[in-house]
């Protein structure tokens, strides 16, 4: 179902920008071209948010695992690794040297030598449990895993707000994609009567010097107040006298004299296009009464003859 008169074809080129909702960082630039098709501080203030929220988010997601905390104690600083190498006699160490997999070997795994590695790496990982059991450095490690919890939980927060954003980003860019096209197609139309009304004007001449005092015209049935139990009728251009003409919201006894001084002169209008260029109005005036005016046949209160064509006489 289309949501304005252009039809559902206007609407989905118009709805192209959408595509870029769906793209993190990106998703501001629907509101951005909202607002450059059509003015409204409410969408460019939504493209600024989205863009500067977004950056902090990501900025935050690549600082927070650079932070530095409580060291990690290691064992290792104090007493270095036993080396199965450091057990090895000269003839062993040459075997080792000149392949790596002799300690997997048989012939290494049957030694003295290998018996002796094995005992020393016992000792040596029995005095790293008994290190491990000391308060201050149990404290350490508890001071270490709290901090990366935090530190965990800080990145999974940024990413879950940064997919909030993200989904949020592509709700707004569609609930105000029916606000858009309607501001659109208003501003279109608005465009196309203006243009329209300059093209009239450059085609019309208009009359400047003459006086507003003009025959008046014969009082007819559709000269009535524009008012039927309160509700709103037509209006005939051609036969409406300047009371009726200045009723009509927007337009001023000025304006209905001038429009009856025109339509005197050139024997009636041949299309509101022509009325509304004799009275120079404005495109919001053309836009709410254009609707209830009609063009009539022209009526003269005193008909002229032949000779002069069907044209009146106008009093200066």
């Not at 270095?80 to 795994?109: A, G, H, P, V």
């Not at 608005?190 to 085609?203: E, H």
């Not at 200045?246 to 024997?267: C, F, W």
Request: glycine share 4%; aromatic share 12%; proline share 3%.
């Amino acid at each position: 179902m289309s949501l304005t008169n252009k039809g559902s074809k206007w609407e989905r080129k118009n709805s192209l920008y959408l595509i870029f909702a769906f793209i993190p960082l990106l998703n501001c630039i629907p509101f951005f071209h909202m607002n450059s098709r059509v003015k409204n501080k409410k969408w460019n203030a939504t493209a600024w948010v989205l863009v500067m929220l977004q950056l902090v988010l990501f900025a935050a997601l690549f600082i927070v695992p650079t932070i530095d905390g409580p060291d990690y104690p290691y064992y290792s600083d104090i007493e270095d690794y036993i080396l199965e190498k450091d057990y090895m006699n000269s003839e062993q160490r040459l075997k080792y040297e000149d392949d790596y997999s002799f300690t997997s070997s048989s012939e290494w795994k049957t030694s003295g030598e290998y018996a002796e590695y094995l005992k020393a790496a016992d000792e040596r990982y029995k005095r790293e449990s008994e290190w491990k059991k000391q308060p201050e450095i149990i404290s350490q490690f508890e001071k270490y895993d709290n901090f990366r919890s935090v530190q965990s939980g800080i990145q999974l927060g940024i990413s879950a707000a940064q997919f909030i954003v993200w989904l949020i980003a592509i709700i707004l860019a569609f609930s105000e994609r029916p606000h858009f096209l309607k501001a659109l197609e208003q501003g279109e139309n608005k465009s196309s009567i203006t243009n329209k009304i300059n093209s009239i004007n450059a085609n019309v001449y208009v009359p400047t010097n003459t006086s507003i005092s003009t025959v008046a015209v014969t009082a007819t049935a559709d000269t009535v107040s524009p008012k039927i139990d309160g509700v709103m009728k037509t209006v005939d251009v051609n036969t409406a006298d300047e009371g009726i003409l200045a009723s009509l919201q927007g337009l001023t006894i000025i304006d209905a004299k001038k429009a009856v001084a025109y339509r005197n002169e050139h024997n009636g209008f041949n299309s509101i296009d022509e009325f509304f260029s004799c009275i120079n109005a404005k495109p919001h005036i053309i836009a709410s009464i254009e609707n209830r005016l009609t063009v009539g046949n022209y009526r003269t209160a005193n008909p002229q003859s032949n000779d002069n064509h069907g044209k009146r006489t106008i009093d200066l």
